[in-house]
């Protein structure tokens, strides 16, 4: 939802020890504690997306502890916030998709502190999340710099997967990547990334690559160059969205960046809605300088996270806008 002319109208939020806060519109708030040490605080939560509540435990939970590694942060702790249909669904899917969430929160090295539950007409499922960083090491959307390479940690076209499942058109194996993409953490792509030289991070969810895409380009005042040719997504996905098997959000997303996305050469219409796909819990989004970026790439691959890819660079500072290089 677009909140930004319902918040600007609220009262200013300053402290001191506010690193990043509600007037940046990042994946975390981080608040200082010492010199040493910053809080990462998030919170996430929506309807259940798919039917098997373990699942969707795990997914809900990947997606919340995501926006701390997005920052730097390790998580820490995390408090459950439910809402279930009580009466009309058994306990036991409640038990279920908290078991998801907690083992997702294990995982993640942190543990479930407690949380709230209310009754609801549906299920909602989602976390509110802490974690630590050190106060000079937290990776921001802005800081991406001229000539940095971009990471992308994640296969793309999960939104499209979810709406092929939906209509009987994901095959079982395809199922089985889907919901594994989703319920991966982004711990492992996240991992020393500050080590690594990153100079900006957000992690794709929602608004899909080119809208995180945008907001990092915005936030660091600079234009984003992204390679189709160098895209990374889930097997069938183009195939799946020429068939139709899209999302309302993917629509959306593609109006959202219009204004401000040039394409260069011939973009197929199904890779461009790949390009904006949903993800409910994508992969991160990095900036890095060339070398840093061949050195991060080769940790991901020994550290088995499948799927990642350059996917392009940043340009023309001081021009926030997307550039789509399609080829042909
Ligand atoms: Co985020
Ligand atoms: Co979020």
């Known amino acids: 939802m677009e909140l930004w002319p319902v918040l600007e109208r609220l009262p200013p ?40 509540p373990y699942v969707f435990g795990q997914i809900a939970a990947a997606n919340a502890l995501s926006d701390v590694y ?3 942060g390790k998580p820490i702790t995390a408090l459950n916030i439910v809402g279930f249909p009580e009466g009309k669904l058994p306990l036991e899917v409640l038990g279920e998709m908290l078991r998801g969430g907690a083992d997702k929160v294990n ?15 549906e299920v909602k499922y989602g976390l509110s999340v802490v974690g630590l960083v050190h106060p000079d090491r937290v990776l921001r959307k802005e800081g991406a ?13 999960t939104g499209i997967y979810s ?27 996240a991992e020393g990334l500050y080590d690594f030289g990153a100079h900006a991070c957000t992690d794709i969810t929602g608004f899909g690559l080119l809208g995180h895409a945008l907001e990092m380009a915005r936030a660091s005042n600079a234009s984003l160059r992204i390679d189709v040719r160098a895209l990374p997504f ?23 960046v219009k204004e401000d996305l040039a394409i260069e050469g011939k973009l197929p219409g199904a890779l461009e809605m790949i390009l904006v796909d ?8 990095v900036a890095l300088p060339p070398v840093a970026a061949r050195r991060y790439m080769e940790a991901l691959a020994k550290r088995g996270v499948r799927g990642a890819a350059i996917i392009g660079e940043v340009t023309a500072p001081g021009d926030a806008r997307l550039v789509v290089e399609a080829g042909g």
């Open 13 to 52: 939020q300053h402290h001191p020890a506010v690193i990043v806060g509600a007037n940046q519109a990042d994946d975390s708030a981080v608040v200082r504690v010492t010199d040493d040490i910053a809080l990462v605080l998030t919170v996430d939560f929506f309807p259940a997306i798919v039917d098997d």
């Open 145 to 157: 710099e001229n000539g940095d390479l971009l990471v992308l940690t994640k296969p793309l076209g």
């Open 234 to 256: 889930l097997p069938d996905a183009a195939e799946l969205a020429g068939r139709g098997f899209l999302t309302g959000g993917g629509m959306s997303n593609r109006e959202y």
């Open 107 to 121: 995982e993640a090295g942190a543990v479930v502190v407690g949380g709230h539950t209310i009754k609801d007409n």
């Open 70 to 72: 997005a920052m730097g």
């Open 163 to 189: 709406t092929a499942l939906k209509n009987g058109a994901l095959g079982g194996a395809r199922e089985k990547l889907f919901y594994a993409s989703m319920s991966e953490l982004n711990r492992a792509a």
């Open 278 to 285: 949903p993800q409910t819990s994508g992969g991160l989004l």
